[in-house]
């Protein structure tokens, strides 16, 4: 499988940033969305399951984040509103082939290459 994600940039905080990540392919079960912030290790943001489009969200994201999936286009979006400076990173998209529920990064097979937010305060 391979990803492609797209949509980061610069932003002001309030503002808003729509990421994508589009699948060369759709033999998975799972797509996430992890970040990276300078010096920190990898979080998870926000997933998205296929099967039946249950979503779940980070607590720091929460009522601020949507995930959503267009299936003709194998594609995932995830609309960031209300950014904030702590926000900012590189984000990226992950999917997994086996079923089940997780957010540890190490249960995700294939990565796209990451697309760098960045929040201005």
């Known amino acids: 499988v391979q990803l492609q994600a797209s949509g980061g940039g610069l932003v002001q905080a309030g503002g808003s940033l729509r990421l994508s990540c589009a699948a060369s392919?759709?033999?998975?079960?799972?797509t996430g969305w992890f970040r990276q912030a300078p010096g920190k290790e990898r979080e998870f943001v926000s997933l998205i399951m296929w099967d039946d489009g249950s979503t779940y969200y980070a607590d720091s994201v929460k009522g601020r984040f949507t995930i959503s999936r267009d299936n003709p286009k194998n594609t995932v979006n995830l609309q960031m509103n209300s950014l904030k400076p702590e926000d900012t990173g590189v984000y990226y998209c992950a999917v997994r082939k086996r079923g089940g529920f997780t957010l540890s990064p190490s249960e995700y097979g294939y990565w796209g290459q990451g697309t760098l937010v960045t929040v201005s305060s």
């Open positions: 392919e759709r033999s998975f079960r799972t």
